[in-house]
């Protein structure tokens, strides 16, 4: 192969890589708090399982709000990638300022959302606990799942579902916490996502 061949072939690689980042890269904000709301649970209005695929889905919450977009993994080899292939960890209030988040080194990894400072919190710690959050995502359908693909870093969003509680005909089940304030193994949210849009 010569040069200019492979001249080329490194600039359809990067073109490709570029094509594949585009769609996906964060969105800047200038400081300030952009959302304001807390997020909003209620008792489920039915309590009815959901058949979806092979998982029964019992509501535990309505659930309701609007957020920030921290950070955004996606999954497809774990044990539950076939029902929620994407988390997002989401923030409000003070968690959704730029200011306090530039602040942080906000990371996801094998279905835990973490977040470490250099020298001191920008905020309270129990306040970075109780206006942030990993949520496991279950879209309700292909619409759903179409947009909630559309979501990257940086988004405002609003998202509109129930938490749930998962079985699966294997045994294999998965629980949503209920409160924003716990934290560690078991506290993310596991959300049955009805409808998502950007602000």
Avoid at 21 to 47: D, K
Avoid at 72 to 84: E, K, Q
Avoid at 103 to 122: C, G, K, N, T
Avoid at 162 to 176: E, I
């Amino acid at each position: 192969m010569n040069l200019r061949s492979i001249a080329i072939a490194l600039f359809v690689l990067a073109l490709i890589g570029a094509a594949r980042w585009y769609p996906h890269r964060s969105i800047a904000h200038e400081p300030g708090v952009l959302i304001e709301t807390l997020p909003q649970q209620n008792e489920p209005a039915s309590t009815t399982p959901i058949q979806h695929g092979d998982y029964q889905l019992t509501p535990l919450a309505d659930f309701e709000l609007e957020a920030r977009v921290l950070s955004r993994a996606d999954y497809s080899i774990d044990a539950g990638s076939d029902l929620s292939p994407t988390d997002l960890a989401l923030g409000w209030r003070r968690m959704s300022d730029t200011a306090v988040i530039e602040q942080l080194d906000i990371e996801q990894s094998v279905r835990f959302y973490s977040y470490r400072w250099q020298h001191a919190p920008p905020i309270p710690p129990d306040e970075i606990i109780r206006s942030s959050a990993n949520m496991h995502l279950i879209p309700a359908d292909d619409t759903v799942k179409d947009d909630l693909d559309k979501i990257r870093q940086g988004s405002l969003i609003h998202l509109r579902g129930h938490l749930v509680y998962a079985q699966r005909s294997d045994g294999f089940h998965w629980r949503s916490s209920l409160t924003r304030e716990d934290t560690g193994a078991g506290a993310c949210e596991l959300v049955l996502v009805e409808a998502v849009e950007r602000l």
